[in-house]
């Protein structure tokens, strides 16, 4: 498997946490819940795109309150069963990279 840039790849709703104003735990939560979503194969064409992970505190919480997880080698990840429920729209956004973007990361 490809590399994702999960730092560049993965943001949350609001956007990425600013020197002014630092989230990281809910971009550490986003991208937990983002490898989840790759692994249960929800994230489909993962290397051309970002995904957007709508209230990255409260999907997390979700997640891990639905029952005892699966752990997947291959993603590095314990995926929960509620990761199945959650919709594109309403809980995440795959969203296309664009190519200067692709080029201006290295990805």
Do not use: C
Request: no cysteine; charged share 20%; aromatic share 8%.
């Amino acid at each position: 498997m490809t590399n994702l840039g999960w730092n560049l790849q993965v943001k949350t709703k609001g956007g990425q946490a600013t020197l002014a104003s630092p989230d990281t735990g809910a971009h550490h939560r986003a991208i937990d819940v983002a490898r989840q979503l790759l692994a249960a194969g929800k994230w489909p064409d993962y290397l051309n795109t970002l995904i957007v992970i709508h209230d990255p505190y409260e999907l997390h919480r979700r997640l891990q309150q639905s029952g005892p997880g699966v752990y997947h080698p291959d993603q590095n990840v314990t995926v929960y069963p509620a990761v199945h429920e959650l919709e594109a729209g309403r809980d995440y956004e795959i969203v296309p990279m664009s190519e200067s973007f692709k080029a201006l990361h290295s990805l």
